[in-house]
C-alpha cells in the first residue's frame, strides 16, 4: 500500500547511483484518536465521529466517500444549539447499521437552565445502499412534560479528491457551485478539472421549517413518553432516491440486508469454545463481505477503508488465498475481474507491460487527470505471479475446470510477463523498476520508500529482487504446472515442472544466507544481497520454495525475541539497522503478513509456532475497538496488561488483515482439500490453548458439504462430522 507524502522525497534510483524522487502520497490526515465509524457498500464508503457526525476542517478526513471523492465534509447535527451528550456508538456485529445513542446536554436561555440534561434521548440511526447515506434521527422525551427542541444539521461538500484529503496539495480545482434548493432537498455540486459534474443531493422529511445551502432546521414538539422521528438521506450520484425518505430508508434497508445475506450466503461458518474469538471471528466475516463488492465479473474485496477502498490486485489475491476455504465464489470474482483488467500492452506511466495483473484502480478526479498515476495502475511486481497462485489454488479447492479453462489464456499472459518483462536481465529472477519517475519506487508489498534496504542501512538501489516474489514465482510455476496437468497439457506440465526446480535451486544458493539464518531481504541492482532479517522471508515457506533443511533455522530466526514481538512477527527484526517499530514497514506487525508466515510454518511441519503467531494476533484484537484487527500495529514488544501500540494512520476494516484470523485458524487445524476425491482433510491438527474446541458447518465441495466439530483432549485434536451432505470424506493424518 501507498504510504508517505506528495512532496518529492529521495528514493533511489532504479539503474545508477543517482537518487530520484518518487511520488509518495502520504495519510497525514489524522485519524482520530478515537477512531471513527465506518461503513461501505459498493463505491460508497464513510467516516464519522462517534456522535455521527463529520467535522470540517484543517486535516479532517470525516464524511461521506463516492468513487474517490468527498461528496460531504461536514455533517453537524445540534440540539437548541449545542452539540448532544455521547452515551454510545455501536456498529452492528454485521455492519449494517450505525447507531449512535445521545442525549441533551443543560440547555439555558438568557441564564436560566430550561432543560436538564439527559432527558430528551436522541438516536441517530445510519445505514449505506445504492451510493446513498440513509439516516433516522430518532427523539424520545423522558421527562414529565412536553418539549419543544431545536434541531440543527449543519452540511456542506467540498468535493475534495482522496488523495487531496490525504494530504496531496494541488495548485488548482475546479469550480464549485451555489447550492440549489428546491423544496425538501438541497444540491451541491462541483464542476471537476475534467469537466466532470459531480453532485451530492440531501433530502429531508419531514420538510424543514428553515432550509438553506448549508442548514436545516426543525421544531420539533414531543410529548412525555412520546417519540418522533427525521430521515435524511444523502445522495451521491446526484440522482435521489425514487421514494420519499422515510418510506426510503425502511425498503432500502430491507434490500441492503437481503444483499449481504445473498452475498455471505454459501460461506462457511466458525463457532468455537471461546466467546471473545467468537466476536472475533463475527467481525472478520462482516469486515470481508461489507469490503466485497459486486463487479460485472462476480465479488471483489477492495482493500481498506478509508484510504484504499478500492480494487487492488495484491490485497484482493491474498485476501481470496485467505478465504479460499471460506467461501471459494470471492476467489472467482477476484480471478475474473483482475483477468479482465490484466495490461495488454506497455504503458510506462502505468507500469503496464502485456500481461501484467493490476496494482491499484482509481476513479477521483486527480486520477482522471494524471495528477496520481493510479488510474489503472500495474506497478507491483508480485500480482501478477500471485494470480497464477491463486488461479492453481481456486482449482484445487474446487475442481472448476471450466473457470480455469476460460482464464488459461490470461494464466499464460502471466507467465509470459514473469518471463519475459519481470525477469529484466535474465538471471533468472524477477526483479522490479518503475519505467517513470511518476510511479511506486519500491514494487512489492513493502512499498515505502524505505522498506528495502542493506545491513548497513543504505536504501538499496534497484531494480531489485525481492526474496518472497521468487517465493511467488515458484508457487506460480508450481500452480500452473498442476492446472496444465489437469488440463492433460503434458509437454507445458514437464516445462513449468522444469522451470519452478531450476528457480529453486538457483533461489537458494543465491538467497539464503548462512550466517543470518534465513534468507536475505532482496537482491539489488547489482545483484548485492540486503542481508536483513525481513519477515518477508517468511513468505518463502508459504509457497514451499524453501529447502527442508531450511525450514528450521529460518523459522528459529522468525520467533527469535528480535523478530517476534509476542503479538506478531515484526516486518523487520530489532537486530537490524533500520528497525522501528513505530515505521510503517520497519518494524511494525501485520496481520496478513503473520497469517501467509503461520501458513508457512505450518506447510513444513511447524504448527506450534504457527498457534503461537495464532494467538499473538488473536489476543491483540481483544485490545481493540469491535474486535476489528487493523492494516498494522506498531512493533513494541508485548507486555502484561497492556495490548498492542496502534499505528495512528492504519486502515481499519482492512480486508487481508480482516480475514488473518481464519487463515490462521486454517493453519492451526492442518485443513485442505481433496476435490477429485471429495475429502476434506486435516493433517496434523493443533488448537491453540485459547479455543478447546472448533465448529465448522456447511464446508462445501462439488460432492457436497459438511459440518465437522474439532475438539481438543489432552495434546491431541479429535475430529467428529456432525452432518454431511452428499458422498464426502473426513480423514485426519498425524
Same mark, same amino acid.
Given at each position: 500500500?501507498?504510504?508517505?507524502?506528495?512532496?518529492?522525497?529521495?528514493?533511489?534510483?532504479?539503474?545508477?547511483?543517482?537518487?530520484?524522487?518518487?511520488?509518495?502520497?502520504?495519510?497525514?490526515?489524522?485519524?482520530?484518536?478515537?477512531?471513527?465509524?465506518?461503513?461501505?457498500?459498493?463505491?460508497?464508503?464513510?467516516?464519522?465521529?462517534?456522535?455521527? !457526525?463529520?467535522?470540517?476542517?484543517?486535516?479532517?478526513? $470525516?464524511?461521506?466517500?463516492?468513487?474517490?471523492?468527498?461528496?460531504?465534509?461536514?455533517?453537524? %447535527?445540534?440540539?437548541?444549539?449545542?452539540?448532544?451528550?455521547?452515551?454510545?456508538?455501536?456498529?452492528? !456485529?454485521?455492519?449494517?447499521?450505525?447507531?449512535?445513542?445521545?442525549?441533551?446536554?443543560?440547555?439555558?436561555?438568557?441564564?436560566?437552565?430550561?432543560?436538564?440534561?439527559?432527558?430528551?434521548?436522541?438516536?441517530?440511526?445510519?445505514?449505506?445502499?445504492?451510493?446513498?447515506?440513509?439516516?433516522?434521527?430518532?427523539?424520545?422525551?423522558?421527562?414529565?412534560?412536553?418539549?419543544?427542541?431545536?434541531? *440543527?444539521?449543519?452540511?456542506?461538500?467540498?468535493?475534495?479528491?482522496?488523495? $487531496?484529503?490525504?494530504?496531496?496539495?494541488?495548485?488548482?480545482?475546479?469550480?464549485?457551485?451555489?447550492?440549489?434548493?428546491?423544496?425538501?432537498?438541497?444540491?451541491?455540486?462541483?464542476?471537476?478539472?475534467?469537466?466532470?459534474?459531480?453532485?451530492?443531493?440531501?433530502?429531508?422529511?419531514?420538510?424543514?421549517?428553515? /432550509?438553506?445551502?448549508?442548514?436545516?432546521?426543525?421544531?420539533?414538539?414531543?410529548?412525555?413518553?412520546?417519540?418522533?422521528?427525521?430521515?435524511?438521506?444523502?445522495?451521491?450520484?446526484?440522482?435521489?432516491?425514487?421514494?420519499?425518505?422515510?418510506?426510503?430508508?425502511?425498503?432500502?434497508?430491507?434490500?441492503?440486508?437481503?444483499?449481504?445475506?445473498?452475498?455471505?450466503?454459501?460461506?462457511?461458518?466458525?463457532?468455537?469454545?471461546?466467546?471473545?474469538?467468537?466476536?472475533?471471528?463475527?467481525?472478520?466475516?462482516?469486515?470481508?463481505? %461489507?469490503?466485497?463488492?459486486?463487479?460485472? $465479473?462476480?465479488?471483489?474485496?477492495?482493500?481498506?477503508?478509508?484510504?484504499?477502498?478500492?480494487?487492488?490486485?495484491?490485497?484482493?489475491?491474498?485476501?481470496?488465498?485467505?478465504?479460499?476455504?471460506?467461501?471459494?465464489?470471492?476467489?472467482?470474482?477476484?480471478?475474473?475481474?483482475?483477468?479482465?483488467?490484466?495490461?495488454?500492452?506497455? !504503458?510506462?506511466?502505468?507500469?503496464?507491460?502485456?500481461?501484467?495483473?493490476?496494482?491499484? /484502480?482509481?476513479?477521483?478526479?486527480?486520477?482522471?487527470?494524471? *495528477?496520481?498515476?493510479?488510474?489503472?495502475?500495474?506497478?507491483?511486481?508480485?500480482?501478477?505471479?500471485?494470480?497464477?497462485?491463486?488461479?492453481?489454488?481456486?482449482?484445487?479447492?474446487?475442481?472448476?475446470?471450466?473457470?480455469?479453462?476460460?482464464?488459461?489464456?490470461?494464466? $499464460?499472459?502471466?507467465?509470459?510477463?514473469?518471463?519475459?518483462?519481470?525477469?529484466?536481465?535474465?538471471?533468472?529472477?524477477?526483479?522490479?523498476?518503475?519505467?517513470?519517475?511518476?510511479?511506486?519506487?519500491?514494487?512489492?508489498?513493502?512499498?515505502?520508500?524505505?522498506?528495502?534496504?542493506?545491513?548497513?542501512?543504505?536504501?538499496?538501489?534497484?531494480?531489485?529482487?525481492?526474496?518472497?516474489?521468487?517465493?511467488?514465482?515458484?508457487?506460480?510455476?508450481?500452480?500452473?504446472?498442476? %492446472?496444465?496437468?489437469?488440463?492433460?497439457?503434458?509437454?507445458?506440465?514437464?516445462?513449468?515442472?522444469?522451470?519452478?526446480? *531450476?528457480?529453486?535451486?538457483?533461489?537458494?544458493?543465491?538467497?539464503?544466507?548462512?550466517?543470518?539464518?534465513?534468507?536475505?531481504?532482496?537482491?539489488?541492482?547489482?545483484?548485492? +544481497?540486503?542481508?536483513?532479517?525481513?519477515?518477508?522471508?517468511?513468505?518463502?515457506?508459504?509457497?514451499?520454495?524453501?529447502? +527442508?533443511?531450511?525450514?528450521?533455522?529460518?523459522?528459529?530466526?522468525?520467533?527469535?525475541?528480535?523478530?517476534?514481538?509476542?503479538?506478531?512477527?515484526?516486518?523487520?527484526?530489532?537486530?537490524?539497522?533500520?528497525?522501528?517499530? %513505530?515505521?510503517?514497514?520497519?518494524?511494525?506487525?501485520?496481520?496478513?503478513?503473520?497469517?501467509?508466515?503461520?501458513?508457512?510454518?505450518?506447510?513444513?511441519?511447524?504448527?506450534?509456532?504457527?498457534?503461537?503467531?495464532?494467538?499473538?494476533?488473536?489476543?491483540?484484537?481483544?485490545?481493540?475497538?469491535?474486535?476489528?484487527?487493523? *492494516?498494522?500495529?506498531?512493533?513494541?514488544?508485548?507486555?502484561?496488561?497492556?495490548?498492542?501500540?496502534?499505528?495512528?494512520?492504519?486502515?481499519?476494516?482492512?480486508?487481508?488483515?480482516?480475514?488473518?484470523?481464519?487463515?490462521?485458524?486454517?493453519?492451526?487445524?492442518?485443513?485442505?482439500?481433496?476435490?477429485?476425491?471429495?475429502?476434506?482433510?486435516?493433517?496434523?491438527?493443533?488448537?491453540?490453548?485459547?479455543? !478447546?474446541?472448533?465448529?465448522?458447518?456447511?464446508?462445501?465441495?462439488?460432492?457436497?458439504?459438511?459440518?465437522?466439530?474439532?475438539?481438543?483432549?489432552?495434546?491431541?485434536?479429535?475430529?467428529?462430522? /456432525?452432518?454431511?451432505?452428499?458422498?464426502?470424506?473426513?480423514?485426519?493424518?498425524?
Amino acid at each position: 500500500m501507498t504510504e508517505g507524502t506528495n512532496l518529492l522525497e529521495p528514493q533511489p534510483a532504479e539503474f545508477g547511483t543517482a537518487r530520484t524522487p518518487q511520488f509518495f502520497i502520504a495519510a497525514t490526515a489524522p485519524l482520530q484518536e478515537r477512531r471513527p465509524r465506518t461503513q461501505k457498500y459498493g463505491d460508497t464508503f464513510s467516516m464519522f465521529d462517534h456522535n455521527g !457526525d463529520a467535522l470540517s476542517g484543517p486535516g479532517s478526513s $470525516e464524511g461521506l466517500y463516492h468513487r474517490d471523492m468527498r461528496h460531504l465534509s461536514h455533517f453537524y %447535527m445540534t440540539i437548541c444549539g449545542e452539540r448532544p451528550l455521547l452515551l454510545s456508538s455501536m456498529l452492528r !456485529d454485521d455492519n449494517a447499521l450505525l447507531v449512535f445513542d445521545l442525549a441533551n446536554p443543560n440547555l439555558y436561555e438568557n441564564g436560566q437552565l430550561v432543560l436538564q440534561h439527559d432527558l430528551i434521548h436522541i438516536r441517530r440511526t445510519r445505514f449505506l445502499w445504492d451510493a446513498t447515506c440513509f439516516e433516522r434521527i430518532s427523539l424520545r422525551n423522558f421527562d414529565e412534560v412536553s418539549r419543544r427542541v431545536t434541531i *440543527e444539521l449543519a452540511f456542506a461538500a467540498d468535493f475534495a479528491d482522496l488523495f $487531496e484529503v490525504r494530504g496531496a496539495r494541488r495548485p488548482r480545482r475546479g469550480t464549485m457551485h451555489v447550492p440549489k434548493v428546491e423544496g425538501n432537498r438541497v444540491t451541491l455540486s462541483y464542476t471537476g478539472l475534467d469537466d466532470v459534474v459531480r453532485r451530492t443531493v440531501l433530502r429531508f422529511d419531514p420538510a424543514p421549517v428553515k /432550509l438553506d445551502g448549508s442548514h436545516a432546521t426543525w421544531k420539533v414538539d414531543v410529548k412525555p413518553g412520546q417519540s418522533c422521528q427525521i430521515f435524511i438521506d444523502v445522495t451521491c450520484s446526484g440522482d435521489a432516491p425514487e421514494f420519499e425518505p422515510h418510506r426510503q430508508f425502511f425498503s432500502s434497508l430491507a434490500e441492503a440486508r437481503r444483499a449481504m445475506r445473498s452475498l455471505s450466503g454459501g460461506a462457511a461458518s466458525v463457532t468455537t469454545s471461546n466467546d471473545v474469538f467468537n466476536e472475533i471471528v463475527r467481525r472478520s466475516v462482516a469486515d470481508l463481505y %461489507m469490503l466485497v463488492t459486486r463487479t460485472q $465479473e462476480g465479488p471483489f474485496p477492495y482493500a481498506g477503508i478509508p484510504w484504499f477502498s478500492t480494487a487492488f490486485g495484491r490485497d484482493a489475491l491474498i485476501t481470496a488465498m485467505q478465504t479460499l476455504w471460506l467461501d471459494p465464489a470471492i476467489a472467482c470474482g477476484v480471478l475474473k475481474h483482475l483477468a479482465a483488467n490484466q495490461a495488454k500492452e506497455e !504503458d510506462p506511466v502505468a507500469d503496464a507491460e502485456p500481461g501484467k495483473i493490476l496494482h491499484e /484502480l482509481r476513479y477521483g478526479e486527480m486520477a482522471e487527470l494524471g *495528477e496520481v498515476p493510479f488510474r489503472r495502475y500495474y506497478g507491483s511486481v508480485d500480482s501478477t505471479p500471485l494470480f497464477v497462485m491463486l488461479a492453481g489454488a481456486y482449482l484445487e479447492r474446487t475442481g472448476d475446470l471450466e473457470t480455469i479453462k476460460g482464464l488459461w489464456p490470461n494464466i $499464460e499472459a502471466a507467465l509470459s510477463w514473469i518471463s519475459e518483462h519481470g525477469d529484466r536481465d535474465g538471471d533468472g529472477f524477477v526483479e522490479y523498476g518503475r519505467r517513470t519517475m511518476v510511479g511506486l519506487a519500491n514494487q512489492g508489498w513493502k512499498d515505502s520508500y524505505d522498506a528495502i534496504f542493506h545491513a548497513d542501512g543504505r536504501l538499496a538501489i534497484g531494480p531489485i529482487a525481492l526474496c518472497e516474489v521468487q517465493a511467488y514465482v515458484y508457487g506460480a510455476l508450481k500452480a500452473a504446472a498442476f %492446472m496444465a496437468s489437469v488440463m492433460e497439457m503434458r509437454e507445458r506440465f514437464l516445462v513449468l515442472e522444469m522451470a519452478a526446480e *531450476e528457480l529453486r535451486e538457483n533461489f537458494d544458493s543465491t538467497f539464503f544466507d548462512k550466517e543470518l539464518g534465513t534468507y536475505v531481504l532482496a537482491l539489488d541492482g547489482e545483484k548485492k +544481497p540486503c542481508r536483513v532479517r525481513a519477515s518477508n522471508a517468511g513468505h518463502t515457506l508459504f509457497t514451499g520454495i524453501a529447502f +527442508p533443511e531450511r525450514a528450521p533455522s529460518v523459522v528459529a530466526t522468525l520467533m527469535n525475541s528480535n523478530s517476534f514481538s509476542g503479538w506478531g512477527i515484526r516486518t523487520v527484526a530489532t537486530t537490524e539497522k533500520r528497525y522501528n517499530p %513505530m515505521s510503517y514497514h520497519n518494524g511494525s506487525v501485520w496481520p496478513h503478513d503473520n497469517a501467509l508466515i503461520a501458513a508457512g510454518f505450518a506447510r513444513y511441519g511447524f504448527r506450534g509456532e504457527a498457534a503461537r503467531v495464532f494467538e499473538g494476533v488473536a489476543m491483540s484484537s481483544t485490545y481493540i475497538d469491535l474486535r476489528r484487527l487493523p *492494516e498494522l500495529f506498531c512493533g513494541f514488544p508485548r507486555q502484561r496488561s497492556r495490548g498492542p501500540t496502534f499505528y495512528p494512520v492504519a486502515c481499519s476494516p482492512q480486508a487481508w488483515a480482516a480475514v488473518a484470523p481464519l487463515s490462521l485458524l486454517q493453519s492451526c487445524l492442518g485443513m485442505t482439500f481433496d476435490c477429485t476425491e471429495g475429502a476434506l482433510l486435516f493433517h496434523q491438527p493443533m488448537l491453540p490453548e485459547f479455543l !478447546d474446541e472448533v465448529m465448522l458447518r456447511n464446508i462445501t465441495l462439488p460432492q457436497g458439504k459438511v459440518d465437522v466439530l474439532l475438539r481438543r483432549i489432552d495434546t491431541e485434536v479429535v475430529v467428529q462430522v /456432525l452432518q454431511r451432505v452428499g458422498n464426502i470424506r473426513v480423514t485426519m493424518t498425524h
